[in-house]
């Protein structure tokens, strides 16, 4: 079954019809009227126990929110605990008959699982429930977040994107498909394949086409975005990245320090658009007040790395960034393990490379003073230098301190050096005030001395003229640009690593 066909109608939600329930969406009884009704399936794999993950109800508590972020209503949910899935239908035929009542009970005729199923598990179980014939749909935790990606998608980019995912999606599940009945038919030969296999194929082909498409418009969109980049990069204005957990507050922390205005709602991923923004630092670091700031799009558990993949302008800016600022929800009771997944997928598409991250504890309003005390304490237990606060986006109490977090990260990032600038030029001391900290200048005869700490691109920059400059200490012959004083080093792989003050290989 094609993945657009899972596509539940999209339905637009009156604001009034929201009714709060802690942080996850919970609708009203008129808000449900009309809704495609739809159960819910999690497995509790005993291989999966023993690590420190999600359990299969919270799993599948964040699964609901999911159902009705996409417009449908969950009128039953089936759990079961076993070493390993089955083969053909991943849950034991005891559970199948069990969905199958509860379908036949409540009208439901949507059954959404919380793993990720094959499309024979997938086609299998869909017979066991009455097929297509009785208007049955399986669907998985993934075709339910790209039902929701496609439904937020605002921009060209974006949508490109949320495309680019879903026939990511479609084509490796078609293939099999084709295969499959490939195999049944006795291995294709002309005049031996029928019309469903025929039309599989014409299919698949229709994909990849689709799919060179969308990459290469997705690919001139990103050429243009890379050029504004080292642009903005060139004015030396640091960069920060917002990432986080879906519905965390990362619009909400992005507007309150930027005061820009982009859309903040209580659903999951709201945010499928990066969008870029000048922020203005208060300055008590004495560092230059202008960052540039992205909202990015939100994290999620069972994310597949390919669906992460499609968020390129997000994936970009997470990589471009020189300080990350990590949005977790503090009144989320899963707030650890949420930090946990957006950490492993930040690894998984840093490949590795860690950035400096400030932690931005949101929500704390939502909190009693005893949980923002535990809040506090589980500071404590960090370890590195990693800047941890506790704010609230609503009410603005401990921005002073998130802004304070970011000036410190950013001055982290800057290089101790002292200059002997000559007099005729100028506009280099000025370029040194504006960039970094002068702790001291006099004016000697060959020059003005600077004791001052500079972002690493600048002290590269002005090697020439720095005195604590031992020639070949950090140099690097092959770096583009490192002969080219006047020029901005556009290695990024060199640039980061004279940031983190490590010798350059
Ligand atoms: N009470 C309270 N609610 C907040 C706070 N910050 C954000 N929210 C609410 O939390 C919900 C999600 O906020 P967003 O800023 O959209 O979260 P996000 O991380 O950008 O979400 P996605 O883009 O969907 O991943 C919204 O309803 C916000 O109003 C806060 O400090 N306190
Ligand atoms: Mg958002």
Same mark, same amino acid.
């Given at each position: 079954m094609a993945a657009d066909a899972y596509l539940p109608q999209g339905m637009e939600l009156d604001r009034s019809e929201r009714i709060h329930y802690g942080t996850q969406v919970r609708l009203s009884q008129t808000a449900l009227k009309g809704r495609e009704k739809c159960v819910t399936v999690g497995v509790q794999l005993k291989s999966r126990g023993k690590q420190e993950s999600f359990t299969c109800a919270q799993s599948l508590d964040e699964l609901a929110a999911l159902a009705e972020t996409a417009g449908m209503q969950l009128v039953g949910t089936v759990m079961q605990a076993l070493d390993a899935p089955i083969a053909s239908t991943y849950i034991g035929s005891g559970k199948v008959s069990e969905i199958l009542s509860v379908l036949q009970g409540t009208g439901a005729k949507t059954v959404i699982f919380d793993d990720e199923l094959s499309p024979a598990q997938q086609r299998n179980l869909e017979r066991c429930?009455?097929?297509?014939?009785?208007?049955?749909?399986?669907?998985?935790?993934?075709?339910?977040?790209?039902?929701?990606?496609?439904?937020?998608?605002?921009?060209?980019?974006?949508?490109?994107?949320?495309?680019?995912?879903?026939?990511?999606?479609?084509?490796?599940?078609?293939?099999r498909m084709w295969k499959h009945l490939e195999?049944?038919?006795?291995?294709?030969?002309?005049?031996?394949?029928?019309?469903?296999?025929?039309?599989?194929? +014409? @299919? /698949?082909?229709?994909?990849?086409?689709?799919?060179?498409?969308? %990459?290469? *418009?997705?690919?001139?969109?990103?050429?243009?975005?890379?050029?504004?980049?080292?642009?903005?990069?060139?004015?030396g204005v640091p960069l920060v990245a917002i990432v986080g957990y879906t519905n965390a507050g990362k619009s909400s922390i992005f507007n309150a320090l930027s005061s820009a205005?982009?859309?903040?709602?209580?659903?999951?991923?709201?945010?499928?658009?990066?969008?870029?923004?000048?922020?203005?630092?208060?300055g008590s670091l004495r560092l230059q007040p202008n960052i540039l700031l992205t909202d990015t799009v939100g994290f999620i558990s069972k994310l597949p790395t390919n669906l992460v993949a499609a968020f390129r302008s997000t994936l970009e800016e997470v990589a471009e960034a020189d300080v990350l600022v990590h949005v977790i929800d503090a009144s989320?009771?899963?707030?650890?393990?949420?930090?946990?997944? +957006? @950490? /492993?997928i930040l690894a998984e598409i840093?490949?590795?490379?860690? %950035?400096? *991250?400030?932690?931005?504890?949101?929500?704390?309003?939502?909190?009693?003073?005893?949980?923002?005390r535990v809040?506090?304490?589980?500071?404590?237990?960090?370890?590195?230098?990693?800047?941890?606060?506790?704010?609230?986006?609503?009410?603005?109490?401990?921005?002073?301190d998130c802004f304070f977090a970011?000036?410190?990260?950013?001055?982290?990032?800057?290089?101790?050096?002292?200059?002997?600038?000559?007099?005729?030029?100028?506009?280099?001391?000025?370029?040194?005030?504006?960039?970094?900290?002068?702790?001291?200048?006099?004016?000697?005869?060959?020059?003005?001395f600077l004791e001052c700490s500079v972002p690493a691109d600048l002290a590269f920059r002005l090697k020439a003229y720095r005195l604590d400059y031992v020639e070949g200490e950090d140099e690097d012959e092959d770096a583009p640009g490192a002969h080219d004083v006047g020029d901005v080093v556009e290695d990024e792989r060199y640039w980061k690593q004279l940031a983190k003050k490590r010798p350059v290989l």
């Open positions: 429930f009455g097929g297509e014939a009785k208007g049955i749909k399986v669907i998985d935790r993934t075709a339910l977040i790209l039902d929701i990606f496609a439904q937020h998608a605002m921009t060209r980019e974006g949508k490109l994107q949320v495309e680019l995912a879903i026939y990511n999606y479609r084509l490796p599940r078609l293939t195999r049944q038919s006795g291995a294709g030969g002309v005049g031996l394949r029928g019309p469903g296999e025929t039309q599989l194929e +014409v @299919d /698949r082909r229709l994909i990849e086409k689709k799919l060179t498409y969308l %990459k290469r *418009q997705i690919d001139a969109i990103k050429t243009h975005r890379t050029r504004q980049r080292s642009a903005r990069k060139r004015l205005h982009v859309m903040a709602e209580d659903m999951l991923f709201a945010t499928l658009d990066t969008k870029t923004s000048i922020a203005e630092l208060p989320n009771p899963c707030r650890e393990l949420q930090r946990k997944t +957006v @950490d /492993r840093l490949d590795g490379e860690q %950035k400096p *991250q400030v932690l931005v504890y949101n929500k704390a309003d939502l909190l009693s003073v005893e949980d923002q809040v506090r304490a589980q500071f404590v237990k960090k370890q590195g230098d990693t800047q941890q606060v506790l704010v609230s986006a609503k009410t603005h109490s401990g921005l002073e970011l000036e410190q990260a950013l001055r982290d990032l800057m290089m101790p050096v002292d200059f002997l600038i000559p007099f005729d030029q100028g506009q280099l001391v000025t370029e040194v005030h504006e960039r970094g900290i002068v702790e001291k200048m006099e004016h000697r005869s060959a020059g003005t």
